[in-house]
């Protein structure tokens, strides 16, 4: 079944489910995004060590990826950005983009900034200027970055955060996104709502009922994964990701592990990204089917086989493991490229079997 949404060329597919567990396709000017996926994540507009066409290039095959509206709007700046006609132009990069709003930054670096109801006054972690960011900056810098999929600025409280300042980040959140949702975007440009509310359930829904009632293209759930613990994350996500609106897709910023990504397309979720894959596979620390791979390991040494013998990245079919550790402990740029390659291609194989299991086994339509 087809769901046309609020913005005109996007629409969601719900194509077979098995429990919660979705399999779709979200439809968008600039290519389909079979769901559920896993989108590498891009911060300055790359996605690390990788050019466009590895991405593009089969068997990683990214069909979307995320930018960031604080580090692109900070470096290299809106009018380098404009002056190209936009990241996709920027970056290189043809297929959809997800950005940021910035909101996570704001929690994420809150030691140099400043939150009031009308935005954040924040220093740059580049050089120390101030700045001031809000719901309509974040939105114009968006229009400005081009991306697909444009997400809601919205306030993420730390997962130890007392319920006094959750129900301040909800009440702020809420009035945050209905000014984005006024904010005119360009064409082309979809906008999803961001869901807060910590792990307090009841709170959790009384956002949800808020934020799902603006008309939004989509729906995320932030605020998980921000110290809170591993159980109460799957608890959240088990009791309200199936509730949120079934015709619209569903994100789950910023998580996780591989069984993280499992845990969370059984509890109903479409989107995910994390920067795990890239961050670990920089540090040493390589996804296989057996098991992580600490890479560094001087098991490693004399060890001539692939990272993972299942793995059809070029990394595993052309290099092995002593290889990489050689690369990695003579801090080699080729150990990263071959690294994060393989990082990336194991995500996203095992969201897509994930996603072929729910179509072999699923209810279709």
């Given at each position: 079944?087809i ?18 567990a ?153 009035r ?29 829904r ?20 921000v ?7 799957y ?11 079934s ?54 040494r ?44 194991f ?19």
């Amino acid at each position: 079944m087809i769901h046309q949404l609020p913005t005109p060329g996007f629409s969601f597919e719900l194509l077979a489910t098995l429990g919660k567990a979705r399999a779709g396709i979200l439809h968008t000017p600039r290519g389909d995004i079979p769901t559920p996926v896993f989108m590498p994540v891009g911060t300055a507009g790359t996605v690390k060590a990788m050019t466009a066409d590895e991405l593009r290039a089969p068997p990683l095959d990214a069909r979307i990826i995320l930018g960031n509206t604080y580090h692109l709007y900070l470096r290299p700046g809106l009018e380098v950005i404009e002056a190209a006609g936009g990241l996709h132009k920027f970056a290189a990069w043809d297929r959809p983009i997800l950005t940021d709003s910035g909101g996570f930054q704001v929690f994420s670096l809150a030691a140099i900034n400043e939150i009031d109801d009308e935005g954040v006054t924040f220093r740059s972690h580049i050089d120390g200027s101030k700045h001031r960011l809000t719901p309509e900056v974040s939105m114009q810098i968006q229009r400005v970055l081009g991306s697909d999929v444009v997400m809601c600025f919205d306030q993420c409280p730390p997962g130890d955060a007392g319920a006094d300042v959750h129900e301040v980040a909800l009440a702020r959140t809420t009035r945050w996104a209905a000014r984005c949702r006024a904010y005119e975007l360009g064409a082309g440009q979809a906008l999803f709502g961001i869901v807060q509310g910590g792990v307090d359930l009841e709170r959790r829904r009384r956002h949800m009922a808020e934020i799902t009632a603006m008309g939004f293209d989509g729906h995320a759930l932030g605020g998980l994964a921000v110290g809170e613990s591993i159980d109460e994350t799957y608890r959240v996500l088990d009791e309200v990701a199936h509730e949120l609106p079934s015709e619209k897709p569903r994100y789950l910023m910023g998580v996780g592990t591989p069984a993280d990504l499992e845990r969370g397309i059984a509890a109903g979720i479409d989107m995910f990204d994390c920067v795990m894959p890239t961050r670990n596979a920089r540090n040493g620390y390589l996804f296989a089917a057996g098991g992580r791979v600490n890479i560094p390991n001087a098991a490693n040494r004399l060890d001539l086989g692939p990272i993972d013998p299942e793995c059809p990245c070029s990394t595993c079919r052309t290099h092995s493991r002593s290889y990489l550790r050689h690369l990695y402990l003579a801090k080699e740029i080729l150990y990263s490229r071959l690294a994060t390659l393989h990082n990336l291609t194991f995500y996203a194989r095992h969201v897509r079997r994930i996603r072929e299991r729910i179509l072999a086994e699923g209810t279709k339509g």
